[in-house]
C-alpha cells in the first residue's frame, strides 16, 4: 500500500512536464491505459474466474464506473482548484468516504486506533494544503473562487468514487477472487470506458516525445505498477485502511515539487508531512505488547501486523 502511494505521489511532478495535455486527457490515459494493461496481463486469470465474476457483476461494475469517474475528476480538481487544493480534497476525505461506506454496507465499526490515524493524516494534509497554496500564485476574483468550488466538489466526487472501487476490489478479493482477477477485471472495464475520453482529448499526447512519454510513464508506472500493489495490499486490509495509507500520496508529492520542480515548503509544509507520517505510524505499528503476552499464554493470538478498522479483520 504504502509502495502503491509512493508511485502515485509522483503523478504530478510527472505531469507537470507535460503541461500542453489537458487534464481529462491526462487522467484517461494514466487509468484507461493503466487499466487496460492490467486486464491483459490478468486476462488467463479472469478467464479462468469469469464465473465467479458474472455473479458479482453489480460490484464489478460498480468499481468499473468509479474507476473511470475518478481520474476524469481529480485531474480536473486539481487543475480548477490547484494541485495542493485538489490532492487534498481528493486523497485527504478518501478515508472518510470509505469508512462511511463500509459502515453503511458492511456494518464495520470504527477503532479508536483508525480514527486517531485518520484525524493525524486528516490534519497533515490540510497543513500541506494551507503550505502550498500560500506560496501559490492565482487570483482571486469572482470567476477564480468559481472555479476552485468547482474544483472542490470534483474532489469530492474524486475521493467517492476512489473510496467506491477500493471497496469495490476489496470485496471481490476477499469473495474468494485472486486480486490479479479482481482488480483486472475491474480495472479492465473502467479503461475500456476511459477510451473514448482519451480519443477525445487526448490529441496532444502525440504531439510531441516528451508528451509521450509522460503518459507512457503515467500509464505504466504509477497506475499500473501502483494498482498491482493496490490489490496485492487490499488482499489484507479493510478499504478505509487503504486510502488511510494512501495519504502518503500528497506528502510525497510535496517532497518531490521541492526536490525535483523546484518548489518551496514552509515549515506548516513539514509539519504536514510529519502528522502523515505519524498517521501511518498509528496505523501500522503492532498493537499492544499486552495482547502479545495473552497471545503467547494462549488466549489471544499475536495481533496482525495492521490492525483492522473494525470488529472484523480482511478476510
Known sequence: MLAASVLWGTTGTAATLAPQVGPLAIGAVAMGLGGLLQALVAAPRIARDAGRLRARRGTVLLGAASVAIYPLAFYTSMHLAGVAVGTVVSIGTAPLASAVIERALDRRRLTRRWLLAAALGLLGTALLCVAEAAHADGDTGAGSM????????????????????SWAAHRLITGGIPSRAAMGAVFGLGGLLLVPVLLATGGALVGS???????????????FAGYVLFGWGLAHV?????????????????????????????????????????????????????RRRRGEEGDVAPAPVVAPLGDRGAQ
Open 146 to 165: 468559481a472555479a476552485t468550488l468547482l474544483g472542490v466538489g470534483l474532489g469530492l466526487v474524486a475521493a467517492t468514487t476512489y473510496a467506491l472501487y
Open 209 to 223: 516525445w516528451s508528451n509521450a512519454a509522460v503518459g507512457g510513464y503515467m500509464a505504466v508506472v504509477p497506475m
Open 238 to 290: 479493510p478499504a478505509s485502511t487503504a486510502t488511510t495509507l494512501s495519504l502518503l500520496e500528497p506528502a510525497v508529492a510535496a517532497v518531490l515539487a521541492v526536490l525535483v520542480v523546484g518548489e518551496r515548503l514552509p515549515a506548516a509544509g513539514w509539519a504536514g508531512i510529519a502528522f502523515v507520517i505519524a498517521c501511518l505510524a498509528v496505523l501500522t505499528t503492532p498493537a499492544r505488547t499486552v
